[in-house]
Protein backbone atom coordinates (compact mmCIF):
# COMPACT_ATOMS: atom_id res chain seq x y z
CA UNK A 1 0.00 0.00 0.00
CA UNK A 2 1.07 3.27 -1.06
CA UNK A 3 0.17 7.16 0.18
CA UNK A 4 -1.06 8.39 -3.13
CA UNK A 5 -3.47 5.39 -3.90
CA UNK A 6 -7.25 5.66 -3.67
CA UNK A 7 -7.54 2.70 -0.59
CA UNK A 8 -4.99 4.25 1.15
CA UNK A 9 -6.50 7.78 0.94
CA UNK A 10 -10.30 6.78 0.78
CA UNK A 11 -10.44 3.48 3.03
CA UNK A 12 -7.29 2.63 5.09
CA UNK A 13 -6.70 6.15 6.50
CA UNK A 14 -9.92 7.44 7.16
CA UNK A 15 -10.89 4.12 9.17
CA UNK A 16 -7.67 4.71 11.08
CA UNK A 17 -7.75 8.40 12.40
CA UNK A 18 -12.31 7.29 12.85
CA UNK A 19 -10.97 4.26 15.19
CA UNK A 20 -7.61 6.09 16.88
CA UNK A 21 -9.82 9.26 18.15
CA UNK A 22 -12.68 7.17 18.82
CA UNK A 23 -10.33 5.24 21.51
CA UNK A 24 -9.07 6.72 24.46
CA UNK A 25 -5.57 7.90 24.61
CA UNK A 26 -4.12 4.09 26.39
CA UNK A 27 -4.85 2.79 23.76
CA UNK A 28 -3.35 4.60 20.94
CA UNK A 29 -0.50 2.91 20.57
CA UNK A 30 -1.95 -0.50 20.46
CA UNK A 31 -4.21 1.25 17.42
CA UNK A 32 -0.89 2.23 15.87
CA UNK A 33 0.58 -0.41 16.04
CA UNK A 34 -2.37 -2.41 14.65
CA UNK A 35 -2.84 -0.49 12.21
CA UNK A 36 0.79 -0.28 11.55
CA UNK A 37 0.88 -4.00 10.62
CA UNK A 38 -2.19 -3.86 8.87
CA UNK A 39 -0.35 -1.41 6.32
CA UNK A 40 2.64 -3.38 6.45
CA UNK A 41 1.21 -6.80 5.32
CA UNK A 42 -1.45 -5.24 2.61
CA UNK A 43 0.58 -6.71 -0.18
CA UNK A 44 3.58 -8.73 1.64
CA UNK A 45 2.03 -10.41 4.64
CA UNK A 46 4.64 -13.06 5.17
CA UNK A 47 7.59 -10.20 5.60
CA UNK A 48 5.14 -9.32 8.54
CA UNK A 49 7.10 -11.75 10.89
CA UNK A 50 10.37 -10.15 9.81
CA UNK A 51 9.43 -6.90 11.41
CA UNK A 52 7.77 -8.62 14.52
CA UNK A 53 10.99 -10.51 15.07
CA UNK A 54 13.40 -7.28 15.00
CA UNK A 55 10.63 -5.98 17.27
CA UNK A 56 10.81 -8.33 19.87
CA UNK A 57 14.50 -8.87 19.64
CA UNK A 58 15.69 -5.19 20.46
CA UNK A 59 13.17 -5.06 22.69
CA UNK A 60 15.05 -7.74 24.35
CA UNK A 61 18.28 -5.86 23.94
CA UNK A 62 17.34 -2.49 25.13
CA UNK A 63 16.04 -4.43 28.52
CA UNK A 64 19.03 -6.30 29.01
CA UNK A 65 21.68 -3.47 28.42
CA UNK A 66 19.70 -1.34 30.88
CA UNK A 67 19.51 -3.86 33.45
CA UNK A 68 22.83 -5.41 32.88
CA UNK A 69 25.57 -4.22 35.84
CA UNK A 70 28.64 -5.67 33.35
CA UNK A 71 30.07 -3.34 30.62
CA UNK A 72 31.55 -5.75 29.21
CA UNK A 73 27.81 -7.68 29.31
CA UNK A 74 26.37 -4.56 27.96
CA UNK A 75 28.56 -4.61 25.18
CA UNK A 76 28.15 -7.94 24.12
CA UNK A 77 24.56 -7.55 24.10
CA UNK A 78 24.58 -4.29 21.94
CA UNK A 79 27.07 -6.21 19.32
CA UNK A 80 24.49 -9.20 19.07
CA UNK A 81 21.97 -6.38 18.43
CA UNK A 82 24.07 -4.45 15.13
CA UNK A 83 25.47 -8.12 14.21
CA UNK A 84 21.64 -9.34 14.20
CA UNK A 85 20.15 -6.89 12.52
CA UNK A 86 23.16 -6.14 9.83
CA UNK A 87 22.84 -10.15 8.87
CA UNK A 88 18.66 -9.83 8.68
CA UNK A 89 19.11 -6.46 6.43
CA UNK A 90 22.05 -8.41 4.25
CA UNK A 91 20.13 -11.45 3.66
CA UNK A 92 17.21 -9.84 2.29
CA UNK A 93 18.94 -7.11 0.59
CA UNK A 94 22.19 -8.03 -0.48
CA UNK A 95 22.67 -11.92 -0.82
CA UNK A 96 22.11 -11.93 -4.65
CA UNK A 97 24.66 -9.13 -5.08
CA UNK A 98 27.33 -11.58 -3.09
CA UNK A 99 26.46 -14.55 -4.59
CA UNK A 100 26.85 -12.94 -8.24
CA UNK A 101 30.00 -11.11 -7.48
CA UNK A 102 30.94 -14.86 -5.88
CA UNK A 103 30.00 -16.19 -9.32
CA UNK A 104 31.87 -14.11 -11.33
CA UNK A 105 35.23 -13.71 -9.52
CA UNK A 106 35.32 -17.71 -8.56
CA UNK A 107 34.15 -18.98 -11.74
CA UNK A 108 31.02 -20.83 -10.17
CA UNK A 109 27.11 -21.35 -10.39
CA UNK A 110 25.89 -20.43 -7.40
CA UNK A 111 22.08 -20.28 -7.66
CA UNK A 112 20.73 -17.03 -6.85
CA UNK A 113 18.24 -16.84 -3.68
CA UNK A 114 15.99 -14.18 -6.11
CA UNK A 115 14.63 -12.86 -2.48
CA UNK A 116 11.91 -10.51 -2.80
CA UNK A 117 13.30 -7.48 -0.85
CA UNK A 118 10.89 -6.54 2.42
CA UNK A 119 9.64 -2.72 1.83
CA UNK A 120 11.33 -0.76 4.54
CA UNK A 121 13.78 -3.06 5.76
CA UNK A 122 16.63 -0.39 5.47
CA UNK A 123 14.90 1.63 7.73
CA UNK A 124 13.27 -0.25 10.30
CA UNK A 125 16.64 -2.07 11.02
CA UNK A 126 18.40 0.98 11.25
CA UNK A 127 15.98 2.34 13.81
CA UNK A 128 15.69 -0.80 16.10
CA UNK A 129 19.65 -0.59 16.07
CA UNK A 130 20.02 2.90 16.69
CA UNK A 131 17.62 2.40 20.10
CA UNK A 132 20.14 -0.59 21.31
CA UNK A 133 23.23 1.73 20.71
CA UNK A 134 21.41 4.57 22.16
CA UNK A 135 20.39 2.45 25.12
CA UNK A 136 23.77 1.37 26.08
CA UNK A 137 25.18 4.90 25.59
CA UNK A 138 22.73 6.10 27.94
CA UNK A 139 20.87 8.52 25.58
CA UNK A 140 17.51 6.97 26.36
CA UNK A 141 15.96 4.79 28.80
CA UNK A 142 14.56 1.03 27.55
CA UNK A 143 11.15 1.34 27.26
CA UNK A 144 9.58 -1.17 29.15
CA UNK A 145 6.10 -1.43 27.09
CA UNK A 146 6.37 -3.87 24.32
CA UNK A 147 3.47 -2.32 22.41
CA UNK A 148 5.30 1.41 23.26
CA UNK A 149 8.02 -0.16 21.97
CA UNK A 150 6.15 -2.61 18.72
CA UNK A 151 4.23 1.20 17.35
CA UNK A 152 7.59 2.69 17.25
CA UNK A 153 9.39 0.17 14.91
CA UNK A 154 6.06 -0.26 12.91
CA UNK A 155 4.71 2.88 12.62
CA UNK A 156 3.24 3.21 9.29
CA UNK A 157 3.62 6.95 8.53
CA UNK A 158 7.63 6.70 8.22
CA UNK A 159 8.12 3.09 7.79
CA UNK A 160 8.40 2.23 4.35
CA UNK A 161 10.38 5.36 3.04
CA UNK A 162 11.69 7.16 5.98
CA UNK A 163 12.15 9.88 7.43
CA UNK A 164 14.75 7.48 9.95
CA UNK A 165 12.92 8.47 13.27
CA UNK A 166 15.52 7.72 15.50
CA UNK A 167 14.00 6.49 19.23
CA UNK A 168 15.35 9.11 21.02
CA UNK A 169 13.33 11.63 18.77
CA UNK A 170 9.83 10.62 19.97
CA UNK A 171 10.04 8.52 23.14
CA UNK A 172 8.58 11.10 24.92
CA UNK A 173 5.64 11.14 22.14
CA UNK A 174 5.85 7.49 22.49
CA UNK A 175 4.73 7.50 25.97
CA UNK A 176 2.29 11.02 26.40
CA UNK A 177 1.60 12.81 23.54
CA UNK A 178 -0.74 15.60 23.01
CA UNK A 179 -3.24 15.75 19.77
CA UNK A 180 -4.83 18.93 18.79
CA UNK A 181 -7.11 20.32 16.58
CA UNK A 182 -4.07 22.97 14.93
CA UNK A 183 -1.69 20.09 14.75
CA UNK A 184 -4.41 17.69 13.17
CA UNK A 185 -5.24 20.99 10.40
CA UNK A 186 -1.06 21.23 10.13
CA UNK A 187 -0.70 17.54 9.49
CA UNK A 188 -3.68 17.92 6.45
CA UNK A 189 -1.82 20.66 4.93
CA UNK A 190 1.66 18.80 5.15
CA UNK A 191 0.26 15.88 3.88
CA UNK A 192 -1.72 17.37 0.62
CA UNK A 193 1.48 19.03 -0.24
CA UNK A 194 3.00 15.84 -0.28
CA UNK A 195 0.78 14.50 -2.09
CA UNK A 196 0.68 16.90 -4.89
CA UNK A 197 4.84 17.07 -5.39
CA UNK A 198 4.39 12.88 -5.39
CA UNK A 199 1.85 12.73 -7.92
CA UNK A 200 1.58 16.15 -9.90
CA UNK A 201 5.30 16.64 -10.21
CA UNK A 202 7.32 13.53 -9.76
CA UNK A 203 4.99 11.26 -11.27
CA UNK A 204 4.79 13.55 -14.70
CA UNK A 205 8.33 14.90 -14.74
CA UNK A 206 9.39 11.04 -14.37
CA UNK A 207 7.52 9.93 -17.80
CA UNK A 208 10.18 12.71 -19.40
CA UNK A 209 12.87 10.44 -17.98
CA UNK A 210 11.61 7.33 -18.62
CA UNK A 211 10.49 8.19 -22.42
CA UNK A 212 14.15 9.44 -22.97
CA UNK A 213 15.72 6.72 -21.46
CA UNK A 214 14.06 4.12 -23.49
CA UNK A 215 15.73 4.83 -26.50
CA UNK A 216 19.02 4.01 -27.48
CA UNK A 217 21.34 5.63 -25.69
CA UNK A 218 24.12 5.44 -28.04
CA UNK A 219 22.49 7.94 -30.49
CA UNK A 220 21.17 10.11 -27.34
CA UNK A 221 22.08 13.95 -28.46
CA UNK A 222 23.39 16.01 -25.56
CA UNK A 223 20.81 17.96 -24.95
CA UNK A 224 18.69 15.79 -24.41
CA UNK A 225 20.54 13.44 -22.70
CA UNK A 226 21.31 17.02 -20.21
CA UNK A 227 16.94 17.02 -20.48
CA UNK A 228 16.76 13.22 -18.87
CA UNK A 229 19.24 14.02 -15.97
CA UNK A 230 17.78 17.35 -14.64
CA UNK A 231 14.33 15.65 -15.26
CA UNK A 232 15.52 12.46 -13.27
CA UNK A 233 17.17 15.35 -10.57
CA UNK A 234 13.67 16.27 -10.18
CA UNK A 235 11.80 13.41 -10.19
CA UNK A 236 13.68 11.75 -7.16
CA UNK A 237 13.61 14.97 -5.10
CA UNK A 238 9.99 15.64 -5.48
CA UNK A 239 9.14 11.80 -5.06
CA UNK A 240 11.01 11.22 -2.25
CA UNK A 241 10.75 14.87 -0.47
CA UNK A 242 6.91 14.44 -1.18
CA UNK A 243 6.84 11.22 0.72
CA UNK A 244 8.62 12.54 3.66
CA UNK A 245 6.32 15.01 3.24
CA UNK A 246 3.40 12.83 3.88
CA UNK A 247 5.00 11.14 6.16
CA UNK A 248 5.48 14.11 8.64
CA UNK A 249 1.63 15.58 8.02
CA UNK A 250 0.54 12.01 9.03
CA UNK A 251 2.33 12.18 12.28
CA UNK A 252 1.49 15.53 13.11
CA UNK A 253 -2.07 14.24 12.96
CA UNK A 254 -1.88 11.48 15.93
CA UNK A 255 0.60 13.51 17.44
CA UNK A 256 4.18 12.72 16.40
CA UNK A 257 6.86 15.34 15.47
CA UNK A 258 8.75 13.78 13.04
CA UNK A 259 12.14 16.01 12.09
CA UNK A 260 12.67 17.80 8.62
CA UNK A 261 14.22 15.18 6.14
CA UNK A 262 14.69 17.47 2.97
CA UNK A 263 15.79 21.84 2.77
CA UNK A 264 15.61 22.55 -0.45
CA UNK A 265 18.48 20.89 -1.28
CA UNK A 266 19.09 22.30 -4.82
CA UNK A 267 19.96 25.70 -3.70
CA UNK A 268 22.72 24.06 -2.05
CA UNK A 269 26.00 25.86 -3.37
CA UNK A 270 28.81 22.95 -2.27
CA UNK A 271 28.22 19.52 -1.98
CA UNK A 272 28.95 19.83 1.60
CA UNK A 273 25.89 21.88 1.75
CA UNK A 274 24.18 19.43 -0.33
CA UNK A 275 24.16 16.76 2.00
CA UNK A 276 23.55 19.04 5.24
CA UNK A 277 20.04 19.60 3.07
CA UNK A 278 18.90 16.35 1.34
CA UNK A 279 17.81 13.79 3.07
CA UNK A 280 18.68 14.97 6.61
CA UNK A 281 18.05 11.66 8.84
CA UNK A 282 20.05 9.23 6.86
CA UNK A 283 22.86 11.52 6.72
CA UNK A 284 22.32 12.15 10.57
CA UNK A 285 22.39 8.54 11.18
CA UNK A 286 25.52 7.73 9.26
CA UNK A 287 27.57 10.69 10.93
CA UNK A 288 26.19 9.66 14.86
CA UNK A 289 26.48 5.98 14.75
CA UNK A 290 29.42 5.12 12.08
CA UNK A 291 31.46 8.84 11.35
CA UNK A 292 31.76 10.24 15.10
CA UNK A 293 32.41 6.34 16.34
CA UNK A 294 35.54 5.91 13.50
CA UNK A 295 37.20 9.16 14.72
CA UNK A 296 35.00 11.75 12.52
CA UNK A 297 37.43 14.25 11.83
CA UNK A 298 39.50 14.45 15.65
CA UNK A 299 42.54 12.37 14.50
CA UNK A 300 43.90 14.00 11.36
CA UNK A 301 43.94 13.95 7.68
CA UNK A 302 44.60 10.74 6.89
CA UNK A 303 41.69 9.37 9.23
CA UNK A 304 39.48 11.82 8.28
CA UNK A 305 39.78 10.88 4.74
CA UNK A 306 39.84 6.59 5.55
CA UNK A 307 36.43 7.25 7.85
CA UNK A 308 34.88 9.60 4.83
CA UNK A 309 35.31 7.14 2.13
CA UNK A 310 34.32 4.08 4.37
CA UNK A 311 30.80 5.83 5.65
CA UNK A 312 30.35 7.22 2.14
CA UNK A 313 31.10 4.07 0.42
CA UNK A 314 28.78 2.28 3.17
CA UNK A 315 26.10 4.80 2.25
CA UNK A 316 26.07 3.58 -1.18
CA UNK A 317 25.86 0.29 -0.39
CA UNK A 318 22.69 0.86 1.93
CA UNK A 319 20.68 2.37 -1.09
CA UNK A 320 21.09 -1.02 -3.41
CA UNK A 321 22.81 -3.76 -3.67
CA UNK A 322 24.68 -2.86 -7.46
CA UNK A 323 27.83 -1.82 -7.98
CA UNK A 324 26.54 1.89 -9.41
CA UNK A 325 25.44 2.78 -5.47
CA UNK A 326 28.79 1.95 -3.93
CA UNK A 327 30.24 3.97 -6.87
CA UNK A 328 27.31 6.83 -6.47
CA UNK A 329 28.23 6.85 -2.76
CA UNK A 330 32.08 6.96 -3.35
CA UNK A 331 31.44 9.78 -5.56
CA UNK A 332 30.17 11.87 -3.23
CA UNK A 333 33.09 10.65 -0.71
CA UNK A 334 35.72 11.61 -3.69
CA UNK A 335 33.98 15.29 -3.62
CA UNK A 336 33.61 15.93 -0.08
CA UNK A 337 37.18 15.28 0.58
CA UNK A 338 37.94 17.03 -1.94
CA UNK A 339 36.49 20.14 -0.69
CA UNK A 340 37.63 19.71 2.82
CA UNK A 341 40.85 19.67 1.82
CA UNK A 342 40.85 23.33 -0.34
CA UNK A 343 38.12 23.53 -2.32
CA UNK A 344 35.64 24.85 0.43
CA UNK A 345 37.96 27.95 0.98
CA UNK A 346 38.16 28.27 -3.27
CA UNK A 347 34.82 28.05 -3.15
CA UNK A 348 34.06 30.83 -0.56
CA UNK A 349 35.73 33.46 -2.59
CA UNK A 350 33.58 32.58 -5.74
CA UNK A 351 30.60 34.26 -6.56
CA UNK A 352 27.43 32.20 -5.54
CA UNK A 353 25.80 31.66 -8.60
CA UNK A 354 29.01 29.98 -10.01
CA UNK A 355 29.31 27.70 -6.48
CA UNK A 356 25.33 26.88 -7.59
CA UNK A 357 26.15 25.82 -10.74
CA UNK A 358 29.39 23.90 -9.57
CA UNK A 359 27.04 22.02 -7.15
CA UNK A 360 24.41 21.34 -9.73
CA UNK A 361 26.70 20.03 -12.05
CA UNK A 362 28.15 17.04 -9.92
CA UNK A 363 24.61 16.60 -8.43
CA UNK A 364 22.75 15.84 -11.87
CA UNK A 365 25.68 13.50 -12.70
CA UNK A 366 25.58 11.64 -9.53
CA UNK A 367 22.34 10.64 -10.05
CA UNK A 368 23.13 9.36 -13.55
CA UNK A 369 24.87 7.29 -11.89
CA UNK A 370 21.93 6.98 -9.31
CA UNK A 371 19.47 5.84 -12.05
CA UNK A 372 21.46 3.03 -14.11
CA UNK A 373 22.20 -0.38 -12.14
CA UNK A 374 24.21 -1.24 -15.52
CA UNK A 375 27.39 0.34 -15.46
CA UNK A 376 27.64 0.30 -19.41
CA UNK A 377 24.82 2.64 -18.94
CA UNK A 378 25.89 4.85 -17.29
CA UNK A 379 28.90 5.23 -19.53
CA UNK A 380 26.84 5.15 -22.44
CA UNK A 381 24.47 8.40 -20.92
CA UNK A 382 27.55 10.01 -19.62
CA UNK A 383 29.11 9.89 -22.87
CA UNK A 384 25.46 11.36 -24.37
CA UNK A 385 25.68 14.08 -21.97
CA UNK A 386 29.36 15.35 -23.14
CA UNK A 387 29.14 14.57 -26.96
CA UNK A 388 31.25 11.82 -27.01
CA UNK A 389 28.95 9.46 -29.21
CA UNK A 390 29.36 12.09 -31.56
CA UNK A 391 25.09 12.21 -32.03
CA UNK A 392 25.21 16.29 -32.05
CA UNK A 393 23.43 18.56 -29.63
CA UNK A 394 19.88 18.04 -30.06
CA UNK A 395 17.50 16.30 -32.89
CA UNK A 396 13.67 16.76 -33.58
CA UNK A 397 12.91 14.47 -30.49
CA UNK A 398 14.70 17.10 -28.00
CA UNK A 399 12.52 20.02 -29.12
CA UNK A 400 9.09 18.28 -28.74
CA UNK A 401 10.10 16.76 -25.60
CA UNK A 402 11.38 20.63 -24.60
CA UNK A 403 8.02 21.56 -26.39
CA UNK A 404 5.64 19.05 -24.05
CA UNK A 405 7.43 19.60 -20.58
CA UNK A 406 9.32 22.98 -20.99
CA UNK A 407 6.52 24.55 -18.22
CA UNK A 408 6.91 21.29 -16.10
CA UNK A 409 10.33 21.68 -16.07
CA UNK A 410 10.07 25.51 -15.13
CA UNK A 411 7.82 24.57 -12.32
CA UNK A 412 9.97 22.12 -10.69
CA UNK A 413 12.90 24.49 -10.82
CA UNK A 414 10.42 27.37 -8.72
CA UNK A 415 9.34 24.79 -6.68
CA UNK A 416 13.00 23.78 -5.55
CA UNK A 417 13.64 27.18 -4.87
CA UNK A 418 13.27 28.07 -1.23
CA UNK A 419 11.44 31.66 -2.10
CA UNK A 420 7.88 30.00 -2.37
CA UNK A 421 7.55 29.48 1.35
CA UNK A 422 8.09 32.58 2.58
CA UNK A 423 6.68 34.76 -0.08
CA UNK A 424 3.46 32.87 0.43
CA UNK A 425 3.48 33.29 4.28
CA UNK A 426 4.13 37.32 3.11
CA UNK A 427 1.01 37.10 1.17
CA UNK A 428 -1.03 34.76 3.29
CA UNK A 429 0.03 37.34 6.47
CA UNK A 430 -0.64 40.66 4.81
CA UNK A 431 -4.54 39.79 4.74
CA UNK A 432 -6.98 39.74 7.36
CA UNK A 433 -7.79 36.23 9.18
CA UNK A 434 -11.21 35.25 8.27
CA UNK A 435 -9.18 35.94 4.55
CA UNK A 436 -6.23 33.85 5.10
CA UNK A 437 -8.06 30.97 6.07
CA UNK A 438 -10.54 31.12 3.50
CA UNK A 439 -8.13 31.40 0.88
CA UNK A 440 -5.87 28.95 2.85
CA UNK A 441 -8.83 26.76 2.84
CA UNK A 442 -9.43 27.03 -0.67
CA UNK A 443 -5.86 26.52 -2.16
CA UNK A 444 -5.41 23.10 -0.24
CA UNK A 445 -8.64 21.92 -1.44
CA UNK A 446 -7.49 22.50 -5.13
CA UNK A 447 -4.35 21.08 -4.56
CA UNK A 448 -6.06 17.90 -3.08
CA UNK A 449 -8.83 17.51 -5.73
CA UNK A 450 -5.91 17.82 -8.32
CA UNK A 451 -3.81 15.32 -7.13
CA UNK A 452 -6.78 13.08 -7.01
CA UNK A 453 -7.62 13.62 -10.19
CA UNK A 454 -4.54 13.00 -11.73
CA UNK A 455 -4.01 9.66 -9.68
CA UNK A 456 -7.23 7.97 -10.61
CA UNK A 457 -6.04 8.24 -14.09
CA UNK A 458 -2.34 7.60 -13.83
CA UNK A 459 -0.82 4.09 -14.20
CA UNK A 460 2.70 5.50 -13.56
CA UNK A 461 2.89 5.75 -10.06
CA UNK A 462 6.20 4.59 -8.51
CA UNK A 463 7.98 5.46 -5.23
CA UNK A 464 11.72 5.25 -5.75
CA UNK A 465 12.94 4.65 -2.46
CA UNK A 466 10.55 1.86 -1.64
CA UNK A 467 13.11 -0.52 -3.36
CA UNK A 468 16.01 0.54 -1.14
Not at 104 to 132: A, D, E, H, R
Amino acid sequence: MVFSSTVFLFLFLPTFLTIYYICPSKLRNAILFTASLIFYAWEEPIYIFIMLFSTIFDYANGLLIEKSKNNITKRVIVIISVIGNLSILCFFKYSDFFITNINFVCNTNINLLKLVLPVGISFYTFQTMSYTIDVYRKKVSAQKNIINFAAYVTMFPQLVAGPIVRYKTIAKQLNKRQETISGFVYGIRRFIIGLFKKVMIANNIGLLWETIIAGNLDTLPVATAWIGAISFSFQIYFDFSGYSDMAIGLGEMIGFHFLENFDHPYIAKSITEFWRRWHISLSTWFKEYIYIPLGGSRKGMAKQIRNLLIVWGITGFWHGASWNFIFWGLYFGFLLIIEKLFLLKILEKTKPILRHLYTLFFVIISWVIFAFEDMTQIAQYIKAMFGINQAGMFNAETLYLLSNYILLLIICVLLSMEWQKTRLAALLASRAKWVRSYFTMLLFAALFIVSISFLIGDTYNPFLYFRF
